[in-house]
């Protein structure tokens, strides 16, 4: 297995585990109580796995660019396709998931609605993310390195 197949198989595992991660916060949130010390670990660590998911999207993104993408589009057009908006998705739920953990992070304890907002927002990350993560299938099994 080379190094690009294993970053690969790593950010598409990291995506999935964020698939189910983004659902916690989203389920700790929905009453808009303040933060517990167990919702505060639970927003942290989403906001993290978010970002590592992605980081290792963009540390792949090079050498996909170079070997991959050109044939794909060219063998799999509807696949490179999907493939360009599952990018654009996925910084969505990047944004959706940093924007909701800094939202609930610094909500007045009386600002219910703030963090009702921020459990929305992890929602839809949550069912961006699943499209992410089937499209991410899609395309992988299709061409990958």
């Known amino acids: 297995m080379s190094f690009m197949r294993l970053l690969e198989s790593m950010h598409g ?4 585990l964020l ?12 009453k808009g109580q303040p933060l517990s010390r167990g919702t505060k670990w639970s927003v942290a660590l989403t906001s993290a796995l978010s970002c590592v998911a992605f ?4 540390t792949i993104y090079e050498p996909y ?5 050109r044939p794909l589009f060219f063998d ?7 493939f360009e908006t599952k990018e654009h998705l996925a910084f969505v739920v990047l944004a959706l998931s ?3 953990g800094v939202g ?3 909500a007045p304890r009386h600002a219910k609605e703030a963090r009702q907002a921020a459990a929305m927002m992890y929602a839809t990350a949550t069912l961006l993310c699943v499209l992410v993560g089937g499209i991410g299938t899609y395309v992988a ?3 990958g390195f």
Do not use: E
């Not at 799999?76 to 999907?82: D, N, Y």
């Open 13 to 16: 595992h990291f995506g999935v």
């Open 19 to 30: 698939t189910v991660a983004l659902l916690h916060p989203a389920i700790l949130l929905r």
């Open 98 to 100: 940093l924007a909701a």
């Open 55 to 58: 980081s290792l999207g963009c």
């Open 76 to 82: 799999h057009p509807s696949a490179g396709l999907l």
């Open 65 to 69: 660019r170079a070997q991959i993408k």
């Open 141 to 143: 099994s299709t061409r």
């Open 104 to 106: 609930a992070w610094t």
